[in-house]
């Protein structure tokens, strides 16, 4: 009876290890390969189902290869002075492929706008897409769902997190800006010279067996 329990007791935990194990691995992976190092995305399909599938649209379909980050946003540069730190990028033709994306609050996915987390940028709710995403640098919850930096309280939708390779992202953060910018809010944080994604593609995962 005691081995019978015992060998009960180990099938159960390898079949939760395995299962954990599965699930953690699913997770898709992106690496942006860019001029100035490579940077590494998970994307979490189960949080962010509409930002994650058309973030892997792009991605799959090489809308992003040649494209790049242009504008970067530091507490020296943000004109609320509220410290936003962050680096934006993916199309820098301007254009959107397809149609804008519904919005998805951070109260739902679950992921605040903090350190390493990847964004959809946007004007009005239901406004952007995957073409324009940005990474936080640092702590930037006044972006999440509640959050002050937007009167309609929104928040930015948050999908995937950087989990290698945020020493680029903050390399590419503190580059040159100049004092133009489509907007005034955006005057001074435009890079002098973009920092090209030179490919996107997703990493091959090992086997779960």
Do not use: W
């Not at 679950?110 to 239901?126: F, K, M, Q, W, Y």
């Not at 929104?154 to 910018?181: H, K, L, P, S, W």
Request: aromatic content about 8%.
């Amino acid at each position: 009876m005691r081995l019978q329990a015992f060998g009960m007791k180990h099938y159960f935990l390898t079949v939760a290890l395995l299962t954990a194990c599965t699930s953690a691995s699913s997770d898709p992976i992106v690496i942006l390969d860019t001029t100035e190092g490579a940077i590494e995305i998970t994307v979490y399909p189960d949080k962010a189902p509409i930002s994650s599938a058309d973030f892997l649209r792009y991605v799959d379909d090489g809308l992003y290869d040649g494209q790049g980050f242009y504008r970067v946003v530091r507490p020296d540069n943000d004109p609320r002075g509220m410290g936003m730190s962050l680096i934006q990028g993916g199309r820098l033709d301007s254009e959107m492929i397809g149609d804008p994306i519904a919005h998805e609050l951070t109260t739902e996915t679950g992921i605040s706008n903090a350190d390493g987390a990847v964004s959809i940028a946007r004007l009005e709710p239901g406004s952007g897409s995957a073409a324009y995403f940005f990474i936080n640098v640092g702590n930037n919850d006044f972006l999440d769902t509640g959050g002050s930096r937007n009167e309609d309280g929104q928040g930015y939708a948050t999908f995937a997190r950087v989990t290698d390779g945020m020493e680029v992202v903050t390399t590419i953060q503190a580059m040159n800006t100049g004092e133009a910018g489509d907007e005034g809010v955006t005057r001074g944080q435009i890079l002098e010279t973009p920092v090209i994604i030179t490919r996107a593609y997703r990493k091959s995962q090992p086997s779960n067996h």
